[in-house]
């Protein structure tokens, strides 16, 4: 699918060189063979009110990086410059027709969302965990009510949990904690939300992975696996990797984060129960062919929900999409 797109990409830019317009126009309009025949034969340029397609949104936001550079888009959204300027220096650079202004106007302005989405996020996780902090201690206890019945342990320095004299005390160490104040170090107070809508809007199912995690002879922590898996999602969002979850969406970024991490999480603990079967050393092995193997999987699924016409103009709703991800992944014999 790849290769095929590659190859649609390569004529497209040949015949927009042969028509005289611009590829970064092409790509925002979605040009197909009809509309470069009507642009050689009469002239026209295609007809279109907006961009719709999520991933037209995608393909426009890669062009843009690749004719403009990465680092001057982000310079170019960040500016404190209003919308129509930041449209303006962008259609004059991709060279794309005025009477297009709306449609790269849009695109702008998702754009912008996205990226301040993604400022946010990254704030989120620089964002230290703290003790002190009665809100973030408030979060580890929802946590521990939503996973174990047992009363939470008298002190975050309590994590023993192999070889304890006494099975009935808690301890952090249950939940996979080593240090709860300093774990989440790699991703701040988003790693500790993140875990937190996790457990907390899957209860039972995020009950049955922490026993997974305890009693598999490759057993993994359960609470540092979700802060390894925060990780894997913030570099996936800011490599673009799920850019079009973010376009033509009625949810916030934060929360596409958290869904995301719930997705990547539960199918995470089958894949390890499949590909493990030694120990907790085959982490690292086993996490990078899972992330491989998740951006296949959400990439298949993306695609054939955008190629199902049954489903109508709903499929190009962005939060549509994620929700349809959602189900795939979270299918009862595809997660546990």
């Not at 190859?7 to 126009?25: A, D, E, N």
């Not at 904690?177 to 790693?191: A, C, E, I, K, S």
């Not at 979700?226 to 996936?236: A, C, I, L, Q, Y």
């Not at 092995?285 to 993306?302: K, N, Q």
Request: hydrophobic content about 40%; glycine content about 4%.
């Amino acid at each position: 699918m790849v290769n095929n797109k590659a190859i649609f990409r390569w004529v497209q830019k040949w015949l927009s060189l042969l028509t005289c317009i611009s590829y970064p126009q092409v790509i925002l309009l979605d040009y197909g063979a009809y509309d470069y025949i009507r642009a050689l034969v009469s002239g026209v340029s295609k007809t279109v009110d907006k961009s719709w397609n999520p991933q037209t949104l995608v393909d426009f936001e890669n062009v843009c990086n690749d004719s403009i550079g990465e680092a001057q888009m982000l310079d170019l959204l960040k500016t404190k410059g209003n919308l129509d300027e930041i449209t303006d220096q962008l259609m004059q650079q991709l060279n794309i027709e005025c009477q297009y202004r709306n449609n790269v106007a849009d695109v702008v302005m998702q754009m912008r969302r996205k990226y301040l989405g993604i400022t946010e996020m990254e704030h989120v996780a620089k964002m230290s965990v703290d003790e002190d902090n009665s809100e973030h201690c408030k979060l580890f206890y929802e946590i521990w009510e939503a996973l174990d019945d047992r009363s939470a342990p008298e002190s975050f320095a309590v994590t023993k949990s192999i070889n304890k004299d006494d099975e009935s005390i808690s301890s952090w160490g249950d939940l996979g904690f080593q240090t709860p104040m300093t774990d989440f170090r790699m991703t701040g107070l988003l790693g500790l939300k993140s875990l937190h809508y996790l457990v907390v809007n899957h209860k039972q199912r995020s009950r049955k992975a922490l026993k997974i995690s305890q009693d598999l002879k490759a057993w993994f922590p359960f609470a540092i696996t979700s802060v390894n898996v925060t990780s894997w999602v913030m570099e996936d969002i800011k490599n673009n990797k799920h850019s079009i979850f973010l376009y033509n969406s009625d949810i916030e970024p934060l929360e596409v984060f958290f869904r995301l991490h719930v997705c990547y999480f539960f199918r995470f603990v089958q894949f390890w129960q499949t590909h493990a079967s030694t120990s907790v050393f085959e982490f690292k092995t086993v996490s990078t062919d899972f992330r491989a193997h998740i951006l296949e999987l959400i990439d298949e699924t993306v695609q054939a929900v955008l190629n199902d016409d049954s489903l109508g103009e709903e499929r190009f709703n962005g939060s549509n999409l994620l929700k349809y991800v959602e189900e795939k992944l979270l299918q009862e014999n595809g997660a546990q």
